[in-house]
């Protein structure tokens, strides 16, 4: 196996973090996974992601002091390894992992993942508990100077043989698991430390190595962001996804943002390596937070997230509760026309950026389809003109393009005009 022989393409599904905290639990993950199946599957959705502290039987239960409690109640196992919370993952017990809960989901025809913090758990340093294969303890391999600046839970891992052999061993046991997606967190990049000073660095290199040994097809996603541009050749190399930014939520002010980020990472879009503009806060979200609420997105940013998300071939991974989407939301995440751009072989670039307008073309090179996008950044409806010459670069009198909004089709000159709401967007596929 190498890294690119799998996940070709963005991947796509859902990520228990936005809606549940830290707080999901199996039966939330197998609803969620159900109305995935029926509703979502068919259109490329396949992850379903468990998200940060599922060790935990006490997560959640001290939300107003903290996020992650300090010397929480988690479970480990013999060699220093995070294992399920059998509180919250009762089919867990015994020994049996996450493999119930991944055979569920594979019977379904989906695929399951896991969130991971970088590092080795502070309390199996303290603990002094053997690394698997090696004569050395979680003490030994453990760097304290080396942690995260919000979570509790890590200490990092020196880069030696033996701490390459502590990520082999918590890798082929995800691996025996089922595990198809795992998304490692305080590894992308860090405010704490100089990038010189950082250790996210070699432990990529240890997660990816541990991952191709391992010989199952595990997607490796790295967070948080921003990812370092002068890095990205590093990234292209250890993972499959990485985030571009901090965590993304409902916020006109993050989601223009976005734009910009896109223009910077555009060219580092390849096959099988795919720069992560996080989660979509579509829907219901926010209930592990103290109380659930409706995206505060409205349509038309909606439309612009998707669009922006879609074109540029970022991951699309659901952040909202899936028992909770209306008709609207799956409609939003299932555009055909969309969903089209995040195949192989397109390849999308922003020529234009202001702070009242963006416009964005793709096209693929096999089929010769495209599609280009006129962005509205300002807050008040306006008319954008384009012109067609420039951006198909070959002369125009008539042309015909459907808007994939709304599936209409229209017959326009060389320079049209388009009245674009506020935050929102007109995306065309060139017929």
Request: charged share 25%; hydrophobic share 40%; glycine share 6%.
């Amino acid at each position: 196996m190498t890294k690119n022989d799998f996940a070709l393409t963005p991947p796509m599904g859902w990520n228990s973090y936005d809606y549940y905290d830290t707080t999901v639990n199996e039966a939330q993950v197998k609803a969620n996974a159900d109305f995935m199946a029926k509703h979502l599957k068919q259109f490329g959705y396949e992850y379903v992601v468990v998200d940060i502290e599922w060790y935990s039987n006490d997560a959640g239960t001290k939300r107003n002091e903290y996020q992650y409690i300090p010397f929480g109640d988690d479970e480990i196992d013999e060699y220093g390894r995070f294992i399920p919370s059998p509180v919250r993952f009762p089919s867990s017990k015994n020994g049996a992992g996450f493999k119930p809960l991944a055979d569920y989901c594979h019977e379904l025809g989906l695929k399951f993942g896991i969130h991971i913090m970088r590092g080795i758990p502070r309390t199996a340093a303290e603990r002094h508990l053997p690394v698997l294969g090696t004569s050395v303890t979680a003490a030994d391999i453990a760097n304290p100077s080396s942690i995260c600046g919000w979570n509790p839970d890590m200490y990092g891992v020196k880069n030696a043989i033996e701490g390459q052999a502590y990520y082999d061993s918590i890798i082929n046991l995800y691996a025996s698991w089922g595990v198809d997606f795992i998304k490692c967190d305080d590894i992308c990049d860090s405010w704490m430390y100089k990038p010189e000073d950082f250790s996210g660095w070699h432990e990529t290199r240890m997660l990816h190595e541990a991952i191709m040994k391992s010989g199952r097809e595990i997607v490796l996603s790295l967070s948080p962001g921003p990812a370092h541009i002068d890095k990205a050749f590093h990234y292209q190399e250890n993972a499959n996804m990485w985030r571009i930014t901090d965590d993304f939520w409902d916020k006109w002010e993050l989601l223009k943002n976005m734009f910009w980020r896109c223009e910077m990472w555009q060219d580092h879009v390849k096959t099988g390596c795919f720069p992560d503009c996080d989660m979509l806060p579509i829907g219901i979200v926010g209930g592990g937070f103290g109380e659930e609420r409706l995206s505060n997105f409205t349509y038309d940013e909606l439309q612009t997230m998707m669009t922006l998300w879609s074109m540029f071939r970022s991951p699309l991974m659901i952040g909202g509760e899936l028992t909770k989407m209306t008709e609207e939301d799956v409609a939003l995440l299932t555009n055909k026309y969309l969903l089209t751009f995040m195949e192989d072989g397109w390849k999308a670039s922003q020529v234009y950026r202001d702070d009242t307008k963006a416009i964005w073309k793709t096209k693929n090179a096999a089929t010769g389809q495209f599609a280009f996008a006129i962005f509205n950044l300002s807050d008040e409806y306006r008319d954008f003109d384009v012109d067609l010459e420039k951006l198909l670069q070959s002369k125009v009198e008539t042309l015909k393009i459907k808007d994939i909004w709304t599936d209409n089709l229209y017959e326009v000159d060389s320079k049209p005009v388009f009245t674009i709401p506020l935050h929102g967007v007109k995306v065309f596929i060139v017929q």
